[in-house]
Structure formats: structure tokens, C-alpha cells
């Protein structure tokens, strides 16, 4: 979450640093793809379910911001001022651009919104304390992201900044895989009983699908 707010802030920015005319223009095109993705979250991911469409979606955030790294190398940037020392359009620029929009697709439609449904993990006497902290840490380390940004630019270049969190968000996606259980079909008393094992995610899968077999037979 806090990459993509590095974007929406540093977005003029960066689109300036690698040649464009009206990086606001682009910019706003970025901010739309989440609009856009964000909707198709909200329609979706009840009936997808919220592990399945992490899981298949989070791993492009990382690969997206692995082809920024790549391009960025292609992008000859005075590291003191970060200005691109050519004026010119090129290649390298235009594929950061493209998987910017791709990185940012793959966000909207999976942790952009996803994250915020997490609440309903706590149990209901510490839900308020609970949703207090999650809350806090997703902004605390949007704070510190933003703050150090630039300055990893010019510190270990913008391939290696970019580089840097494709790392983090691939080590989110593989936590995801292991750590983050489906709740969809489940009633609260449930999803405590589900913690009751640890992470949870097998035995989650595990009931999901005996209450699935329970309410086929309920039906027939």
C-alpha cells in the first residue's frame, strides 16, 4: 500500500524525471486505473474471495515494479538533482510508464481495497483496538516509505530503489500464500476458531469446505 502512495505523491515527479512534457496528465491517467481497478475490486471480491484474488493478483505488483527497475537502468538520471539528462521521449521511459499502469492495475484490484477488509480477523472485544492498529501501521509505514523515497532515488539509484520494493512486495505475495487465510463463507465465531490453529489457512480451507458440503446437503 504505502508503493502505490509513493506514486500517487512523487507520480508528477517521476514522470517529469523520465521526460514527460505534462507529467500531471499522466499522473491523473495513473490515478484513474485505480479508480477503475478499485471498482472491480468492490464488485468482485466477495464472490472471488479475498485469498484467491490476492494471491493471483499481488505477484504483478512485484513483477510490474521489476520492469521499472530494468527501464530505469536505460534512463540516464543525474543522481544529484534527478533530472534525465536527455529531453526526449524514449523507450525505457515509455515501458515505466506502461508498468506503472500495470503496477497500479494489479494494486487496485487486489490490496488497494483488500486491506481494509481485514477487521472482521479480530474478535469482536478487541475489534476497535485491533482495526486502530492495523490502521496505524499501514499509514506509519506509508510515512516512512514517502519520507525516504527520494532520497533512496539518489542514494542507490531509481533502478535500485524500484528494485528494493519489487523485493518487498514479492515477500508480501509469498506471505499471503502462507499466512493469509480465506474467510468467505464463515461466521464470525468461526473466523476466531480459525486462529485458534495457528495462521489458520488450511484449517480455514478445511471448513470452508465442510460448511460448503453441509449446506449442499441442507439443500438436497
Given amino acids: 500500500m504505502s508503493g ?27 490515478s484513474g486505473t485505480n479508480l477503475a481497478m478499485t471498482l472491480v475490486n468492490m464488485l468482485v ?7 484467491r484474488l490476492l494471491v493471483t493478483t499481488s505477484w504483478g505488483m512485484s513483477a510490474s515494479l521489476v520492469a521499472v527497475a530494468v527501464s530505469f537502468a536505460y534512463i540516464p538520471v543525474n543522481l544529484e538533482t534527478l ?22 492495475l494489479f494494486y487496485g484490484v487486489s490490496i488497494g481495497n483488500t486491506a481494509w477488509m481485514s477487521a472482521d480477523f479480530f474478535p469482536m472485544e478487541v475489534r476497535a483496538v485491533g482495526t486502530m492498529y492495523m490502521t496505524c ?9 514517502s519520507s525516504t523515497f527520494l532520497s533512496m532515488m539518489k542514494g542507490i ?27 468467505s463463507g464463515l461466521q464470525l465465531e468461526e473466523i476466531r476458531e480459525v486462529f485458534k490453529h495457528g495462521f489458520g489457512v488450511r484449517y ?3 471448513l470452508r469446505k465442510q460448511r460448503a458440503e453441509d449446506r449442499h446437503a441442507r439443500l438436497s
Fill in 4 to 30: 502505490f502512495n509513493v506514486l500517487m505523491y512523487y507520480s508528477g515527479t517521476l514522470f517529469a524525471l523520465v521526460g514527460f512534457s505534462n507529467p500531471v496528465a499522466v499522473g491523473l491517467v495513473v
Fill in 45 to 51: 471480491v466477495d464472490s472471488f474471495g479475498r485469498r
Fill in 83 to 104: 533530472e534525465v539528462t536527455t529531453k526526449s521521449v524514449t523507450t525505457p521511459a515509455i515501458i515505466v510508464l506502461v508498468f506503472i499502469i500495470f503496477f497500479v
Fill in 137 to 145: 501501521c499501514c499509514w506509519g509505514s506509508n510515512l516512512i516509505v
Fill in 157 to 183: 539509484t531509481p533502478s535500485g530503489a524500484f528494485g528494493f520494493y519489487a523485493c518487498l512486495t514479492f515477500i508480501g505475495w509469498v506471505m499471503i500464500i502462507f499466512f493469509y487465510p480465506e474467510m
Fill in 204 to 206: 480455514a480451507s478445511r
